[in-house]
């Protein structure tokens, strides 16, 4: 099982950019679709942005299409957001996770292999 580390957060006002950096370790990374999930205070875990092992394809959330990139580098066991245009109500805790894509029913995201998750905070 993948283990995982997020980088990256912090303090920015609205308008500004940050980029979320999770770094994972193993040999089986490329394996792995990733994902990108947030969770604010009081409300639950949601995906932002999801992306499959080759990086052709790509999930993102309605709240953060057009603003929000999702790459990776398999090279590197490296998977990150770019976040632009940030909006105080994408203050959350940020998280990485590994899972699977399938052409025919998308992401899944069964394995508990959480971070400790970074913290973005948008000021307005």
């Known amino acids: 099982q993948v283990q995982l580390v997020e980088s990256g957060g912090g303090l920015v006002q609205a308008g500004g950019s940050l980029r979320l950096s999770c770094a994972a370790s193993?040999?089986?990374?490329?394996?792995?679709?990733m994902g990108w999930f947030r969770q604010a205070p009081g409300k639950e875990r949601e995906a932002v942005a999801c992306?499959?092992?080759?990086?052709?394809?790509?999930y993102y959330a309605d709240a953060v299409k057009g603003r929000f990139t999702i790459s990776r580098d398999n090279a590197k066991n490296r998977v990150y957001l770019q976040m632009n245009s940030l909006k105080p109500e994408d203050t959350a805790v940020y998280y990485c996770?590994?899972?699977?894509?399938?052409?025919?029913?998308?992401?899944?995201?069964?394995?508990?292999?959480w971070g400790q998750g970074t913290q973005v905070t948008v000021s307005s």
């Open positions: 992306i499959n092992t080759s990086g052709g394809t790509t």
């Open positions: 193993g040999r089986t990374f490329s394996s792995y679709a």
């Open positions: 996770n590994a899972g699977l894509w399938y052409s025919g029913s998308g992401f899944h995201f069964p394995y508990d292999s």
